[in-house]
Every structure is written in C-alpha cells, then in structure tokens.
C-alpha cells in the first residue's frame, strides 16, 4: 500500500509540475479532491487521487489539468468578467467559450496537450446521458466550438444527439466563426464578440419555461409508479441482505484488479514521461513569445505602397548606383549562371524499354528485325524545380550603402537565376512606425498590461513574387531607397512570415537567404518585455526551421556576426563583398548535391 501511495505521491508530482509549466507560474497551487487552498495565489483544482478502491482516471486528471493550466495562463480575469453575460446559461457558455479560446490557443504550441483533452473529451461527452435541456445546450456548444475552433470530429452517435440543438447554433455563430477564429488571442475582442451572440440568444427564458414542462411530466410519471415500486423496492432489499456476504469476495477481487491496473497504468505514466518537464519547457520557450496586437500589422505589395512614377524615379537612382558595381557584379552573376547552365546540359539514359524511340538504333532493327526497339529517357536536372527566397532587413540601420548594394544584388539575382529557370522571390520587412504606432497607443489605453509582447506595427513587403517575372517587377526594388520606408526590425517573425510562403509552393527544392546588419531590434517591444525578448525567438525560429523543414537556410551578416542565429552563414565586413558572398553561396549550393536538412 505504501509503494502504491509513492506512486499516487509521484503522479501528483508529475501533474502539479505540468501545471506550472503550462500555466508559466511557479505560485500556482495544485489541489486535489477536498483539500483546501493554504493561500490567496492561483489555484487549480483536480479530481481526488486518493481513492484506490477504484480505478483512478488519470486520463481525465490530466486532461482537466492541462485544461485549467492554459486558461490559467491565457486568460485575464478582468477581462473575462468585463463581458460576462447575466444568466445562469449564459454564464456557462461564456465559460466554455474562454475554455475553448484558451485551450486553442495552447494546443498548437502542445500537440501533447491536444491530444490529453480530446482524447478525454471525447470519452466523456460519448459516456454523458444528457436528458435535460440545459445539459444538451451546453454540450452542444462546446461539441460545436470544439469543432470550430480544434477541428474536433464526431462520432455519428454523438451527432445524433446533439445534432437539433447544433443546428441552432450554428444559424446563430456562421457568420462569426471565421471573425472569433482571428481574434482569438485578443482576449477582449474575443469575449466582447461571444458574450453579445450569447446574450443574444436568450437561452436562460427558453430554458427555464422547458424546465418546468419536464418536471411537471416527471412529476406525473411518478406518482404513477410509485405504487408498483413500493412491492418491488421491499423484494430488492430483501434480496440484497441475503447476497451481501457471498457477493463480498467478488468485489474485493474485482478492487484487487482495479488497483493493481491502476498502478500498472502509472508506472506507464511514469515511464512515458520521464522529460515531461523538459519537454514543456522547451515548448514553453516559444510560447513566452507573444504580440499585443496583429490589428495593425500588413503585408503589402511594393507597387502599393508607391505610385508608379515614383517607383520608376527611385529605379533611376538605383540604376545611377548601378553603374559603379555593374561589372563587377556582372561577372559574378556570369559565374552563376555558367555553372548553372553547364549542369543543365541536357544528357539522356538509353536502352531503356520505354521512352522516346532511339533512332540511332533503327538501323539494328532494320539489318535484324528480330532486335527490339530501343528506347532512351532525358535525365531529370536536379535544380530546375527550384525557387530561392531572398529576405532583405529593411530597417533604418541598412539605410545608405548596405541597403542600395542589397537591392542590386537581389536585382541582378532575380534576372541570373531567372534565364537559368530558377524561380525568386524578393521580400523585405520592417514596421510601419518607430516607437510602437497604434499597438503601442492601444496598449497605453488598456492601462499598459505587463510584458505585452511584441508591441509594434509589423510591414511585411512583397517586392517581386515568385511567378512575377523580373521586367514587371524591376520598378519595385527602387522603394527600398524610400527616405522614410526603413525602420525598426523584427526578424524572427519575418523569418516565420518568409518560411511560410515559401512552404506553400510546390518547387521540390526551397532555398531561404536571409541578409541583414544585425539582431532584431524594436524599442517599443524591448522596452516592455525582457531584453532578449525578439533575439531569443529568433533562434527558435531557426532552430525550428533548420532542424525541421526542408528549406534550405542561409544568412549573410553585413558588419554582424549571424552566426549565432544561423548554422549556415556568412558574416561581411565590407557591403561591397555582398553580391561576391550572395552568388558565391548560391553557387556552392547549387553545384554541391541536393541536401536535405532533416
């Protein structure tokens, strides 16, 4: 009994660090059946562990503490009570939607944890008899967010039962599920929007009048069998005090059973998660990156952010700079190309038994048409289906020099690889404003809230697409000699925005160059989160990416050793070297065989 206490002790252990973990707070109290909480700081309460004469369900204390843990975490409690709806109902929905909006939130970060509360849930709301009006309402409101909001998936059974109510739900939220999706980690909004559509539905007037209907039937139902239960129910006990004793050893073995599976399921537990911490830990790092506001936030095409005369004068002044380093640039994108061309000879396999006929070998046929037809195959070009993402820092330190050399070694790039049919993309990012701009002013009104996250206004700029040919593009790399264009930069999630545009193409093989004078600085996030708050994310991101994906990664530092970021990455003293590095690196890519970075 002691050892199966040990391990109950254990488990507890293993679930309370779970929930500090997930939750990000170190003061928060695990309570477990009955026990009372010793202090004022957070708590989360869990089912009891202590009983032993059943099975524990340790599926469910999981579930419900991961559950808890993220709402914890996710959750303002001012907020939440701001926009609290009037209603006994509609109080319980507003709590499952804040459930559902926290746990959507956490579960793309864990997918341990998704799987811990479905796999819960749905045993759950399988095993429910739901007979009132108020327990099917609520159940098929968090069925229906579940599925909304996690891509939960039915069983037929389950839709059975909750399908008329759901049908109501769904004609009162499809034209703001798509909205709610969107605003999920802007608590206010969120709440704002979802206690409206609840109060909107007036569910505690219907219900109630329902209520009452139901009971008076209940009532009349049982005074109708009162008397036929009266001969039974005295037949029962009699027969229950007769087969006590002998069904007394049954029980005890089927307890025996139970709690010796029980513990056979922790010592799984135990076994399965040995780096639970670890694990959350890790996961738990890139949750601590956060953003205030995505409001503000765009991406935008070049020629939107410019009318087209002023896009071709700042062409004109890119092209006089052009000048200076023509030739020289020149011969290096010549270097490229010849390399590249000389791999892309065209060179065949024969004899094969199917293909293109090889008519070199007709005569064979002819002077013996016993021989068989011949045929031949061009080999595949490895680097044809190919698409290189160039990633220009945009922000206020690359302005004179480093800036102009960044947009003509992507220029002449683009039309390089281009004739070698070879797809680019040139991409660039900053913000819209300095100082934070409107995240920063609405986070002021809203009584600056501690360590708001990234507190800016991202700009993410398309220069030239993957399926723009260069000619159509070309006026576009004039902007970033915009006075007043280059701000602040935030790399990390221009690295993720650039990852994922790229991911989505279908090229078999997707190379990410990245240049940039430095790490991401934005004082308006710096100044309110901890002072490696962007430059942490960053490494994750690459890490992420580097580990994996099958993108190849590659950085040039100008005057800025990236290598700290970036396994694969080329620091440059002088921004004249940009475009020898940049062709270099492409070449020694493209020459070397495919690598793959799994």
Known sequence: MDTKKEKLEDFKTAISSTVKSLSNSQKVEVLFGNQTIKSNQNSIKLPDLNYLGNKVNFEEIRAIADSKSLNLRFSNKKIFEKYQPDGDISKKLYNISEKIRCEKIGTNYFKGVKKNIEKFYKQRISD?????????????FENFLRIKFLDFKNDNEIEKKLRAYKKDLNDQFKAKISELRNVALDQEKFNSI?????????????????????????????????????????????????????????????ETKDSDKADEELELEDSA?????????????DLKYKIYTEEFDEIIKAEDLESVEELSRLRKNLDQQLLQLKNFISKLANKLQRKLLAKQNRSWNFDLEEGLLDTSKLTRVIMDPFNSLSFKKEKDIEFKDTLVTILIDNSGSMRGKPISVAAICADILSRTLEKCMVKVEILGFTTKHWKGGSSREKWMKNNKPNLPGRLNDLRHIIYKS????????????????????????????????????????????????????????????????????????????????????????????????VTRYYNR??????????????????????????????
């Open 194 to 254: 979802i206690s409206k559509l609840i109060s909107d539905m007036s569910l505690d007037e219907n219900v109630n009048e329902e209520e009452k209907r139901d009971e008076e039937n209940d009532n009349n139902d049982k005074k109708s069998k009162s008397k036929d239960n009266e001969q039974n129910l005295k037949e029962t006990k009699e027969n229950n005090e007769e087969m006590s004793i002998e069904s007394g050893i049954p029980d005890l073995d089927n």
């Open 569 to 598: 990455a080329v620091k440059i003293t002088d921004v004249q070297d940009l475009g020898d590095v940049m062709i270099n690196q492409l070449t020694d890519l493209f020459v070397a065989n495919k690598k793959t970075l799994h």
């Open 466 to 561: 993957a399926d723009t040919h260069w000619r159509q593009a070309k006026n576009n790399m004039g902007l970033m000699l915009k006075e007043g264009l280059l701000k602040e930069n935030i790399d990390g999630e221009a690295l993720k925005w650039a990852f994922n545009k790229i991911s989505r193409r279908k090229e078999d093989r997707k190379i990410l160059m990245v240049i940039s004078d430095g790490a991401p600085v934005d004082d308006s996030t710096l100044s309110t989160n901890t002072s490696d708050y962007l430059e942490a994310n960053l490494k994750k991101t690459v890490k992420w990416i580097e580990d994996k994906s099958e993108v190849e990664l590659l950085a040039i530092g100008i005057g800025h050793d």
């Open 273 to 285: 998660r040995p780096d639970l911490k670890k694990r959350n830990l890790k996961n738990l790092e």
């Open 128 to 140: 429910l008899d739901l007979k009132s009006s108020e327990a099917k309402i609520l159940e098929a």
